[in-house]
């Protein structure tokens, strides 16, 4: 993204337009639903904190923040929580654990069928009788195809597939039936991308994310029991692997593919779409 934003700073520009406040309530609900849960378990660490705020000054991270707008994954500042403060200990540590993502997998959830739902209002029917190998539903929607990646980018020109590997142009005007409709489409693209990445890379079972606190509740039974050090030390050995190497990218990126379009080939079926 770096290099797009040296090379064509206003189209970098028109995309942070949508892809920033999906970046902030990504990150600001996942950190409310630890302290909600935390607060309903019966610790009030994180209201006491602040930590129920909309404020996104309250939750976000410097690094977290750049990484989940750069890389599409990222993490705010951890929810505060005491564990003596928990009704049911182990039990009540996994719901907390859990809460973040959990409200990250229902907004990419709601996300991806608001944007199957503005579907047939965004385009006139012309556009999608035009005939394969041309457009179809499934090239404006699945998250890894051409239509979608350059419509959400550029807005500009519809890329379908003529005849081998050879690809032309679609102007996008001519099949618009309600173009503001394309700009809200484009931010829910942005909103369940954001949330289905940082929920899947806050899974991953390394301290101090998520996944972590998950795998020692329930198969460890939290036998791993880490101080606040240790999980400093794991922090800057994951910042350090995520900059030097593809390895969390990669494992993520595929998990990403495979929700992504597995939900949005459901969702297209009750829509009608498929």
């Known amino acids: 993204m770096l290099e797009w934003m040296r090379s064509d700073p206003l189209s970098f520009f028109r995309f942070m337009l949508y892809r920033a406040p999906a970046v902030l309530l990504a990150l600001i609900l996942h950190e ?11 610790d009030p660490t994180a209201r006491d904190a ?16 750049l990484m989940m707008f750069l890389a599409g994954v990222g993490w705010a500042k951890p929810v505060p929580v005491n564990p003596n403060n928990l009704r049911h200990g182990r039990r009540d540590d996994f719901l907390v654990s859990i809460a973040g993502v959990t409200v990250n997998f ?10 199957c739902a503005l579907q047939r209002l965004i385009w006139k029917p ?8 041309l457009a ?33 142009g679609v102007p996008v005007a001519e099949y618009l039936r309600a173009p503001g409709l394309l700009h809200v489409q484009r931010f829910l693209g942005q909103l369940a991308l954001c949330n289905l990445g940082m929920c899947l890379f806050n899974l ?3 301290p101090p994310l998520d996944g972590f606190h998950v795998f020692n509740d329930i198969l460890l039974r939290g036998k791993i029991r880490l101080t606040v050090r240790a999980f400093q030390i794991c922090m800057v050995a994951m910042l350090v692997l995520m900059n030097a190497t593809d390895f969390f990218s990669n494992i993520v990126s595929k998990g990403i ?14 829509f009608g779409l498929s």
């Open 257 to 270: 593919d495979l929700v992504q379009n597995g939900v949005l080939t459901v969702i297209m079926r009750l």
């Open 136 to 168: 179809t539903h499934y090239d404006f929607l699945s998250f890894s195809g051409e239509n979608f990646t350059n419509m959400l980018f550029s807005g500009e020109y519809v890329i379908t597939e003529a005849a081998g590997s050879q690809y032309y």
């Open 32 to 42: 409310i639903a630890h302290g909600y849960v935390a607060y309903r378990c019966g």
């Open 106 to 115: 229902i907004l990419f959830t709601l996300a991806t069928v608001l944007m």
């Open 204 to 206: 991953l079972p390394i």
């Open 50 to 65: 602040g930590r129920l705020s909309l404020n996104p000054l309250r939750h976000l991270s410097l690094i977290g923040t």
């Open 126 to 133: 012309e556009l999608f009788r035009l005939g394969a190998p």
